[in-house]
């Protein structure tokens, strides 16, 4: 089953199966997350109010790349 990103996924941590934290959730775009691999202060908390923007040092994540959503955090699929 596919997840659906909404704008209430910025801000959220992206983990891998085996729980590793690999970046912060800065926009979402349809099914696209926009995900910094090194957020600072700034860039975290502008995320959380939704107010950052994709740059060119993050990287994508599909809806369908995700397994579940928690109230803090996406964890991907282990199986990509």
């Known amino acids: 089953m596919t997840v659906t990103f909404t704008e209430a996924d910025e801000g959220k ?3 891998d199966a085996s729980g590793n934290t690999l ?3 800065t926009e979402i775009e349809q099914d696209t997350a926009y995900v910094d691999p090194d957020p ?3 860039e975290t908390v502008k995320a959380d109010l939704g107010w950052a ?3 060119s040092d993050e990287y994508t994540v ?4 995700v397994e579940t959503k928690a109230d ?3 964890h991907l699929r282990g199986n990509l």
């Open 13 to 15: 941590e992206v983990v």
């Open 23 to 25: 970046g912060l959730v």
């Open 40 to 42: 600072g202060l700034t």
């Open 53 to 55: 923007e994709a740059d």
């Open 62 to 65: 599909k809806q369908d790349a």
């Open 72 to 74: 803090e955090k996406l």
